[in-house]
């Protein structure tokens, strides 16, 4: 059964409504989720996002990383 099938059982009051359901491709969001990862070598990571308009650079932020018990700084990684 397809979208426009669902779509028309669901609406079954008595009388089908045949309207034909169109999704439409939406933009791309301003804010991307990125991973930070420590620069210490132990694979932690954080997750985060940021604004992909106004912070075109890489992102590194100082952060805890609980493998070295330390604050450490955490690179963002692709």
């Known amino acids: 059964m397809d979208v426009a099938q669902e779509a028309i059982s669901f609406l ?5 409504i045949a309207a034909p359901v169109v999704f ?3 933009k791309k969001g ?3 989720v990125i991973t930070l990862e420590s ?7 954080y997750t985060t996002q940021k604004n992909r ?3 075109t650079a890489r992102l590194a932020l100082k952060k805890y990383d ?3 018990k330390q604050h450490v700084v955490f ?4």
């Open 12 to 16: 079954s009051f008595g009388a089908a």
């Open 30 to 32: 301003a804010r991307l």
């Open 75 to 78: 690179n963002e990684k692709k």
């Open 66 to 68: 609980p493998v070295v």
């Open 39 to 45: 620069s210490a070598g132990t694979g932690f990571t």
């Open 24 to 26: 439409m491709a939406k």
């Open 53 to 55: 308009k106004n912070t």
